[in-house]
C-alpha cells in the first residue's frame, strides 16, 4: 500500500471521527460561537507549529506569496475557516454528524458548478443527473423518510456553510499552484479564526472569550488539523480523483460512530439514502478526470 493512499485513508478517519467529536463538543458549550474559536485556535497553533518543523529553514522562502494570490488564500480562509465553520457548528446544535459529513460530499458537486460558471469548466450531462440524485438523497437524510416536509433549520445551516466552502475551493485552486499548501492552511485558519472573532463581535462581544476550552475543542482542532495535513500530503502523491474516494468513507464512520456511540437512529431510508449520496460523489470525482 503507497503512502498516499495511507494519508488518504487518514483523512478520512480523521474527518469521519471529527463528525461525531463536533457534535458533542458544540453542544457542551453555550455557544457555536464559542466552540469555532477554540477549535479554530487549536487547529491553527498545531499547524503553525507542523509547519516550522517541516519546512524548517525553508518557512521563509514559502511565506513569500505573490501579492496577487493574498486575496484568494484570505477568501479561502474566511469562507472555509471562517462562515463554513461557523455554519457547520451552528446546524450541529439541531442536526447530526453524519448529514453534516455527507453535505460535504455535495461540496465536490458545487465547486464543480462554480468551476463550471467563473472558470469554465465543461460538465456533462451525467453529471447533473448524479448531482440532482445527490440533493434528494441529501433532502433524504434530513428528513428520514419520503415525504414532503420541510427541512430542519439544523440542517439548512449545514447546507449554506456547503455553498461558502464550496466557493473556497475554487480561490484554494487559484491559490495551490503558487503556494505551499501547508502555508495556505495556517493563513486559511488564521482567516478563520479573525472571521469568527468579527462574527462574535457582532453578536456575542462578551461571551467569546468567557469559557474555559473544552477537551472536545481540542480533539476538535487535531482531528481538522490532521483532515487538512493528511489531505495534502495524499494529493503529492496520489491522485486528487484516488484522495477525494477514499475521503468518502468519512461520512460511513461517522454514522457507524453515531449509531454506536451517541445512540442516534437512523431510518433504513436515511441510511440507504446516506449510501448512495457516497456513490454519486464517487462517481462525479472520477467524471471531473475522465
Known amino acids: 500500500m503507497s503512502s ?34 477554540q477549535s479554530l485556535l487549536v487547529a491553527l497553533i498545531i499547524t503553525t507549529l507542523l509547519t516550522v518543523i517541516h519546512l524548517n529553514k525553508l518557512l521563509r522562502k514559502y511565506l513569500r506569496i505573490p501579492r496577487e ?4 488564500i484570505i477568501m479561502v480562509g474566511v469562507l472555509a475557516s471562517g462562515l463554513f465553520v461557523y455554519f457547520r457548528f451552528m446546524g450541529l446544535v439541531e442536526s447530526t454528524g453524519t448529514f453534516a459529513n455527507l453535505s460535504q460530499i455535495m461540496t465536490t458537486s458545487l465547486t464543480a458548478i462554480l468551476a463550471w ?14 448531482f440532482s440524485i445527490i440533493i434528494i438523497s441529501t433532502l433524504l437524510v434530513s428528513i428520514g423518510e ?12 449545514i447546507l449554506v456553510g456547503t455553498l461558502f466552502l464550496a466557493a473556497a475551493n475554487i480561490f484554494s485552486k487559484l491559490a495551490a499552484e503558487k503556494v505551499h499548501p501547508m502555508v495556505i492552511a495556517i493563513v ?25 476550552i473544552t477537551i472536545w475543542a481540542v480533539l476538535s482542532g487535531l482531528l481538522w488539523t ?25 461520512p460511513i464512520l461517522t454514522l457507524v460512530l453515531e449509531s454506536v456511540y451517541l445512540k442516534q437512529s437512523f431510518t433504513q431510508v436515511q441510511i440507504f439514502a446516506a449510501i448512495i449520496v457516497v456513490c454519486c ?3 462525479i470525482t472520477r467524471l471531473k478526470t475522465s
Do not use: H
Open 146 to 157: 419520503i415525504k414532503l416536509v420541510a427541512i430542519s433549520r439544523g440542517d439548512l445551516f
Open 226 to 250: 490532521g483532515s487538512v495535513i493528511f489531505f495534502n500530503f495524499a494529493l503529492q502523491r496520489i491522485s486528487v480523483t484516488a484522495t477525494t474516494s477514499i475521503l468518502m468513507l468519512g
Open 117 to 130: 460558471k467563473f472558470l469554465r469548466e465543461k460538465l456533462p450531462i451525467i453529471f447533473w443527473i448524479l
Open 281 to 283: 460523489g464517487l462517481f
Open 4 to 37: 498516499g493512499v495511507i494519508y488518504a485513508f487518514l483523512t478520512a478517519i480523521c474527518f469521519g471521527i471529527t463528525g461525531v467529536i463536533d457534535k458533542i463538543g458544540v453542544s457542551s458549550v453555550n455557544s457555536p460561537l464559542v466552540y469555532s474559536l
Open 69 to 72: 494570490i493574498w486575496l484568494y
Open 188 to 212: 486559511r485558519f488564521v482567516f478563520g479564526v479573525l472571521t469568527i472573532v468579527i462574527i462574535g463581535g457582532l453578536f456575542n462581544p462578551i461571551g467569546l472569550f468567557s469559557q474555559p
